[in-house]
């Protein structure tokens, strides 16, 4: 009798449970709000501390806005070196380093070529909708694992939409993937400012692009001025205008503002380039925005049962930020101008898709150092890493030791790739040479780190400097000794550099000034907040593998932002 109370008791209790319990655990699944569309924003060179140095200036609808409504990552990282564009946008998307995704950087030496091969470059491919048929052959062909996209694609039998927007083709390419149904970027070679693709996704450019070429839009905004947006005594985050660490540009006799375009336009045409004067200014910006929003419209991203991405890559940050460098007005104001934009956007998502309707990130590629004059002028860490001065020394070394010419095959800025076939051939240890050549580029001033291919498939580094390049390191694809700099140091491949001849800046080491980069988030399924934990650009791509229920792409080894889902 007890114990069939006691079993009653306990199946009752059971029950209670059962009927406490589901309702809350479907109230949890509920909260999860599957996003209509994902939207990924990567701005080039972006450093963290943009969102917070302008943050006074900042309108409320744009950065702002994201801070406040999403949740913003504080201690965002780059967890391999180098940090370049084309590595970034790949780590970005696949959710893992150059080790897996294979590219190791905006270039990278092919042994078997005998020559450098660009990331994005495919002979096989044609750019299409550009006036000068058949000429530089772009696509994804180099990025060895998926993308989110790629899954995305995948995981809704393709009935998903995924298209990628930039001004500079590797921003708009990586991101995509290779199942993207599309990719868009802004010519300035052989076009007048129009945004082509690759016979990679298609035969032609579809109508709406073509019109938005027609409308020669990159052409009216080279007719306009870039002033201020507001007074410039009122540019107190920055130095003064005029200072030494930034060129003239465009037959200009000082850095400063304002920056006429129409009568830049004309030393810019003369040197082949008179559509990248677009790509070092803000209408750069503008005329992406309002190219994506054109795409967003047109292709009706987030409107049906299938999720769809779009992923756009702000270009002209990074050519200006090379241009000008952090300390300048120029910056500043770029930022406050791409507020804006950013602004435009999101009111045009809210409008579209529906405010909580669509996942939103924003995050950096890689951000930026300091000018490396200007940190010398104020006593901080500066310094030149002169390539060709290593290259020559090392040579050199590589002759006497070994009694055997051309042992060195390519110095390509950190890596440095040795002759493998002659040092089989002259039957030396390719492992005990790649270490005497590291050992010997160790006594070069600079050079802190020297790391050989040898070290990279037989150590396994867990943390630090040496583990950022090893997730850097591709063995088909990297060099026989990787270097690392002192922190502060330009590479330079100029005979006789010196620090005050280093106009604007330059990123790809993996200190902070280059790694650290901002994480926001904002939107359906996000909850609002913020978090100073480490995170990496690699745990993007798993995190919105998990809000959308896809598989995680094939290379991915970052963390589902666990903050994203609490
Ligand atoms: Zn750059």
Redo the contacts with the bound molecule.
Sequence with gaps: MIFQQAHTWFHQLIFALTLLMTPMAMGQQENIKKPKLVVGIVV??MRADYLYKYEDMYGEGGFKRLMRDGFNFKNAQYNYVVT??APGHASIYSGTTPSTHGIIGNSWYDRKLRDLVINVGDSTATLVGSEIPNTNGLSPHHLLSNTLGDELRQGKNFKAKVISVSLKDRGAILPGGRAADAAYWHDWVSSPGYFVSSSYYMEDLPNWVKNFNKKGKSDAYLNTQWETLYPIEQYTQSAPDNNNYEPAIGGKSTPTFPYDFKSMRERYRQAGAEYQLIWVSPVGNSLLTEFAIEALKREKLGLDEYPDLLAISYSST?VA??TFGPQSVEIQDMYLRLDQNIEELLNTLDKQVGAGNYTLFLTAD?A?MPNAQFSNDQKLPAGIAPIKTYQFALAKFLNNKYEQQNLLQQFNYEQVYLDQDLILKSGLDLSSVQRSAADFLLTQEGIVGALTAHEMLSENYEDGARQKVQNGFHPKRSGDIILTFLPGYVQNTAAGMTLDKLKGT??GSGYNYDSHVPLLWMGAGIPSGSSVREVKVTDIAPSLAMILNLQLPSGSNGQPLQELFE
Excluded: K
Aim: aromatic share 0%; charged share 25%.
């Design positions: 080039d060179q370049e564009t990074d930020g090379h890689h930026g330059t990123h």
